[in-house]
Structures are given as structure tokens and as C-alpha cells.
């Protein structure tokens, strides 16, 4: 069974600058082709919808979704390593949010139905 493990969360102050990872595992197994398969990064924070913010495709598609992480957040992906990243700067407290990545064959979406496999989220606190 293919799954994706988020890490890199924790507390940081506003301003600061968090990397997460998402490793991707079990894909080969499964008979998938795991660089076939697009990842979004999401993030839910408390009593909001979970959003998406930006989807790689390859190494090099990326399809940025909310405005608001623009020029902040920026996606990258390292097939070799089956990891994909999400290097967050100038975090703001409003960035506090557990992250999820989930990958998708194919084609990005920014809709959390579209996802063929999530990861279990890993929790970014942004506070003083």
C-alpha cells in the first residue's frame, strides 16, 4: 500500500522559516509509478476547511493555489528521493495549521476529493 509521511512540523516564531518533507513509499510495490503521481500540499487549521496551496507535477510543474503563501511557500520534489518539499518562510501566526501532502495520478487538483493518498499531516504552530 503506498503512503506518504509528512515530517518537519513543529513551533516556530512569526518570521521564521520551517522545511517540510513528504517521503512517499510503497508505490513500486503496488505496481505504481510513483514520479507519475503529482503532490499537493494542503493545510487545515482549526475550524477551517482544508485548502490547497500548491501541487507539483514532475520536478519542475508547479501549480501555486492560494494567494495568500505566494512568494513565501515554494514546492519542490526530488524523485530520486521520492520526497517532496515545502519550504515555508516568513511564517505568520495565520500559517498555524496541521500541512498534509496527498498525491494524485497525473494531473493536479487543488480539490481534497480528487487525491488518490494522503499522508497523517504534520502540525506547523506559529507563535511568539
Known amino acids: 500500500q503506498p503512503q506518504l509521511v509528512e515530517s518537519g512540523g513543529g513551533l516556530v516564531q512569526p518570521g521564521g522559516s520551517l522545511r517540510l518533507s513528504c517521503a512517499a513509499s510503497?508505490?513500486?510495490?503496488?505496481?505504481?509509478?510513483?514520479?507519475?503521481?503529482?503532490i499537493t500540499w494542503f493545510r487545515q487549521a482549526p475550524g477551517k476547511e482544508r485548502e490547497a496551496l500548491s501541487c507539483?507535477?514532475?520536478?519542475?510543474?508547479?501549480?501555486d493555489y492560494t494567494g495568500s503563501v505566494k512568494g513565501r511557500f515554494t514546492i519542490s520534489r526530488d524523485n530520486a528521493e521520492n520526497t517532496v518539499y515545502l519550504q515555508m518562510n516568513s511564517l505568520k501566526p495565520e500559517d498555524t495549521a496541521v500541512y498534509y501532502c496527498?498525491?494524485?495520478?497525473?494531473?493536479?487538483?487543488?480539490?481534497?476529493?480528487?487525491?488518490?493518498?494522503w499522508g497523517e499531516g504534520t502540525l506547523v504552530t506559529v507563535s511568539s
Open positions: 496527498a498525491a494524485r495520478f497525473l494531473r493536479c487538483s487543488h480539490y481534497a476529493k480528487d487525491m488518490n493518498y
Open positions: 507539483i507535477r514532475g520536478e519542475d510543474i508547479v501549480t
Open positions: 510503497g508505490f513500486a510495490a503496488a505496481g505504481l509509478t510513483w514520479d507519475v503521481y503529482t
